[in-house]
């Protein structure tokens, strides 16, 4: 076999791996291999293609980067018009919408001795897109239009052909000789929020909501811009097709499935219009919950020849419907904006608002999260903006109608002093780190700088040390704290432990019981684990799952206390920024004296001990040297030191000599090494760093200690949802953790067991379709005895 010919095998090889994977990842959502392993492949291709142009086809994966921009988008006219849907807001125009299915189909209708003939119906979430429909000839892709009038739409073939999930060939065999799929190009929540992300770390214009995300980023005339965005597609029905499919709805879109197209998860079958109104609901509830934006339900007739029989009335067919959800959006008034001073002692911009309804909930305020954003908005006090709101996520301002900007229209300005407690307000500077130093601009955030003698960043902070996952003191709730620092009693979180009966009996609403039961709980809240303690502290930046690594990782708090920011990176998820901040606030005189106090005055942490097993001497003296961030010397160049050198005094004393000895070290390399450790602050830096990393037994001389294996959920990912009838559901994942296991809030296909209580939704369903176990909480409360937990 000749070289070509073997490249050519290697590369059809490689195309079917990648779309076999590509098929398990999108529509499977069984991803059979590590992303790390799909891009290898995926580079091998390209190389492959790059050195064999010839052996470049179509439908190669590779071929997802977009091409030359266009001048101008093609017209395209629908044979089988992409017709739009009659809307349904309430329960009696679905009513009344099967009723007219029925009539449509001549089918017995109910009486008082019962309901009548009841309709099939497909059903499938609403998605927040951009309708496209799609070509394919002998099974590979040929055009693709946006829905445009219905009649006419636009081609956008050479964008479609970058969106990931869209098959360039479709899989299988038996297709129709021409198949023409419909659906939606969408953009999911998180992908979303990461590209505007992007948008801003660019200084490029964010989007204001998923659905012109995607249109704009489907409507690019350069295609490797649209080639960059997350964009996805779920395909729904049918257009042309020349050749034969099933005859419902569902197994058409089942069809497409194994074909290689995405359709909805959410797909379901319902018999009658009450089973209709009960998935309306369902999915109404688990709204929030979904990864992207629907805006309602789509409903169809699911015998293919029931359509045909229905027709279609102007421009809508008579066999479908969409049932749409209260709006997310309504325009109002911005009447003011007030700054409000949180724990850290942030201070926020929030909009005052003309009440306005809206998805069924009065709003008359909104978050504007920070002065970036409002400068982004230009929004000025007196306009009319767009209000947005989803499940319970606190509404926000979208975006201004600049048309209805009234002539007084105000400025937004930020307070110079905090409106709580007076104090200078000043902007968060960001620090950046990395080889070349580090590099200073201006934080989003402006901070009150009075700290706690700021009564809502004393009030916030106590809020936070009593709350449920931190100290979890029961019956000190928000006003309680309130009246507290209010009246002076409590001053910092340490005062809480010095009140006494007579203090607490003259407050508003207290008696004798409820002040014998406060004080009680405070002092049953005096033996915490150290991950609460750290986590109750409340450290900018440093959530709970950060304050449980602290304490795994540590063991201590002298040890976390002490850690330096160089030291706390080597922590699996800890940047440096976060590490500097973990720092910072245990550098702080003040914070030192209110801990000092809490210990003081009987705080007993438990759980403490040694560095955890699996960081003793987890630290290579190659990883030390690259994350010195030394200028030209990279992880390559670190390990090559490392074998010459053995040690960090060997590698201080270095000569350029003994540097010019070590293989392939480059000149630039050499003097960038030697000027580093002839800087003393740096070198007496790196030797800090060492000293400590051998003090905590994380060096690479220190003893290595065996990683015990033993817990029975070592290595498995559990996931909990609806209610848990015994305990809470943070309770059972103390638990579980415990066991060794990895509590997750998504479910997926490395997903161990599922827990689904009462109530349970979106994750059970998916942890059904990958075939993931699925508990009761009797069984799971089964296991927990049997391994001597009694919950």
Request: aromatic fraction near 6%; hydrophobic fraction near 40%.
């Amino acid at each position: 076999m000749t070289a070509t010919a073997q490249a050519a095998a290697r590369a059809t090889e490689l195309r079917e791996a990648l779309d076999q994977h590509n098929y398990r990842y999108y529509v499977l959502d069984e991803p059979s291999i590590p992303d790390a392993e799909y891009d290898r492949l995926f580079r091998e291709l390209q190389a492959i293609e790059a050195a064999h142009p010839q052996l470049v086809t179509a439908d190669s994966p590779t071929q997802r980067v977009g091409g030359a921009p266009l001048s101008a988008f093609a017209e395209v006219r629908h044979e089988v018009p992409m017709l739009s849907l009659g809307n349904a807001f309430d329960e009696q125009s679905m009513r009344d919408f099967d009723r007219r299915v029925r009539e449509g189909l001549d089918l017995p209708a109910g009486d008082l001795f019962g309901g009548g003939a009841e309709i099939d119906y497909c059903c499938e979430p609403k998605l927040d897109g951009l309708a496209v429909s799609i070509l394919y000839e002998q099974g590979q892709l040929v055009r693709a239009a946006t829905r445009g009038d219905g009649s006419t739409g636009e081609d956008i073939t050479t964008n479609v052909r970058t969106i990931r999930n869209v098959p360039l060939k479709l899989r299988g065999k038996d297709w129709p000789d021409v198949l023409e799929v419909r659906g939606e190009v969408f953009i999911s929540k998180a992908g979303f929020a990461a590209l505007n992300e992007r948008q801003r770390e660019a200084g490029g214009k964010t989007f204001a909501n998923p659905r012109n995300a995607a249109a704009g980023s489907l409507r690019q005339l350069d295609s490797t811009i649209t080639a960059s965005r997350p964009l996805e597609f779920c395909c729904y029905g049918i257009g042309r097709v020349d050749g034969a499919l099933p005859e419902t709805q569902t197994a058409v879109l089942e069809q497409l499935r194994e074909w290689g197209l995405t359709i909805s998860r959410e797909l379901k079958l319902a018999t009658g219009v009450d089973a209709c109104l009960a998935y309306y609901e369902d999915i109404g509830n688990r709204r929030a919950d979904l990864d992207y934006e629907i805006d309602g339900v789509v409903f169809k007739v699911n015998a293919l020849a029931q359509q045909r029989e229905l027709g279609f009335r102007a421009r809508e067919p008579r066999w479908a419907i969409a049932h749409k959800f209260p709006a997310l959006e309504e325009v109002t008034e911005l009447l003011d904006v007030e700054f409000q001073v949180g724990r850290t002692g942030a201070v926020t911009p929030v909009a005052r608002l003309k009440p306005v309804q809206v998805a069924g909930v009065t709003v008359s305020n909104a978050t504007l999260h920070n002065m970036d954003e409002v400068a982004r908005l230009g929004v000025m006090i007196g306009d009319h903006v767009i209000i947005r709101r989803a499940g319970d996520v606190i509404p926000q301002v979208m975006q201004v109608v600049p048309e209805r900007r009234p002539a007084d229209a105000r400025p937004v300005v930020i307070p110079e002093t905090c409106p709580v407690c007076g104090s200078a307000v000043e902007r968060t500077q960001l620090v950046k780190r990395g080889k070349g130093g580090q590099s200073v601009s201006e934080g989003s955030v402006y901070r009150c700088v009075g700290r706690l003698t700021c009564q809502a960043q004393l009030k916030q902070s106590i809020i936070h040390f009593v709350s449920r996952r931190a100290l979890d003191i029961d019956g000190l709730g928000e006003k309680i704290v309130e009246q507290l620092v209010d009246t002076g009693l409590v001053s910092s979180p340490a005062d809480l432990f010095s009140l006494t009966y007579e203090q607490v009996i003259d407050l508003e609403g207290f008696a004798e019981l409820s002040t014998k039961n406060l004080l009680s709980a405070i002092q049953d809240s005096k033996r915490p684990t150290l991950a609460r303690f750290i986590y109750a502290l409340g450290i900018p930046d440093a959530g709970e799952e950060t304050a449980k690594l602290l304490a795994r990782a540590l063991g201590s708090l002298a040890r976390i206390s002490r850690a330096l920011p160089e030291v706390l990176v080597y922590l699996p998820d800890v940047g440096l920024e976060v590490a500097h901040e973990i720092h910072s606030f245990f550098a702080d005189d003040h914070n030192q004296t209110v801990i000092s106090q809490l210990l003081d005055r009987g705080l007993e942490l438990q759980e403490e001990g040694n560095v955890a097993a699996e960081f003793a001497a987890s630290v290579s003296f190659a990883e030390f040297i690259a994350r010195l961030n030394i200028p030209h010397v990279a992880k390559t160049g670190a390990e090559r030191l490392a074998n010459a050198f053995g040690s960090l005094s060997a590698l201080i004393a270095a000569d350029w000599l003994e540097l010019k000895q070590v293989e392939r070290f480059t000149d630039k390399a050499q003097q960038s090494l030697l000027a580093y450790f002839r800087d003393d602050e740096q070198r007496e830096q790196a030797l800090a760093i060492e000293a400590q990393l051998r003090d905590f037994g994380m060096h690479w001389d220190s003893p290595k200690a065996e990683v015990a294996d033993d817990q029975p959920l070592t290595g498995q990912t559990w996931v909990l949802t609806g209610t848990l009838e015994t305990f809470s559901r943070d309770v059972a994942k103390e638990h579980l953790e415990s066991l060794g296991a990895k509590v997750a809030g998504s479910v997926s296909a490395k997903t161990h067991c599922l827990v689904a209580g009462p109530g349970a939704g979106s994750k059970l369903t998916k942890a059904e379709q990958l075939g993931v176990t699925v508990w009761d909480e009797a069984k799971l409360l089964d296991m927990l005895r049997e391994q001597g937990i009694q919950p």
